[in-house]
């Protein structure tokens, strides 16, 4: 069981609450599916969050982001986190995108 899994037996209302203030969000603002769902898998590799990353990349998938948009998106943080946060990210992503080629 995940961690999230646990916390949301544990806490129903919370996890509730929680979800429901992140659909609030999305809602909210301008931005599209397909833009929220860049911007979140790069917030999962920025936070060295493997099995976010790995979420992320699923859902990026699911909203017909490419396999090289997803790896593009994780390459653009390069710059603030370095060589080896980019390349856990990447080895995270690459179980969801089963093996498409890199360019």
Same mark, same amino acid.
């Given at each position: 069981?995940?961690?999230?899994? $646990?916390?949301?037996?544990? &806490?129903?209302?919370?996890?509730?609450?929680? +979800?429901?203030?992140?659909?609030?969000?999305?809602?909210?603002?301008?931005?599209?599916? *397909? #833009? *929220?769902?860049?911007?979140?898998?790069?917030?999962?590799?920025?936070?060295?969050?493997? $099995?976010?990353?790995?979420?992320?990349?699923? *859902?990026?998938?699911?909203?017909?982001? #490419?396999?090289?948009?997803?790896?593009?998106?994780?390459? +653009?943080?390069?710059?603030?986190?370095? &060589? %080896? %946060?980019?390349?856990? $990210?990447?080895?995270?992503?690459?179980?969801? +995108?089963?093996?498409?080629?890199?360019?």
């Amino acid at each position: 069981m995940s961690e999230a899994q $646990s916390f949301a037996e544990q &806490y129903p209302q919370i996890h509730t609450a929680m +979800l429901q203030m992140q659909k609030q969000c999305a809602a909210w603002g301008p931005l599209d599916e *397909r #833009t *929220r769902a860049l911007i979140e898998l790069v917030i999962a590799s920025v936070r060295m969050q493997p $099995s976010g990353v790995r979420a992320q990349a699923a *859902r990026a998938l699911k909203q017909g982001i #490419t396999a090289e948009e997803v790896r593009h998106a994780i390459l +653009l943080t390069l710059g603030g986190c370095g &060589y %080896s %946060s980019v390349m856990a $990210s990447l080895a995270a992503a690459n179980e969801v +995108l089963n093996g498409t080629p890199l360019r």
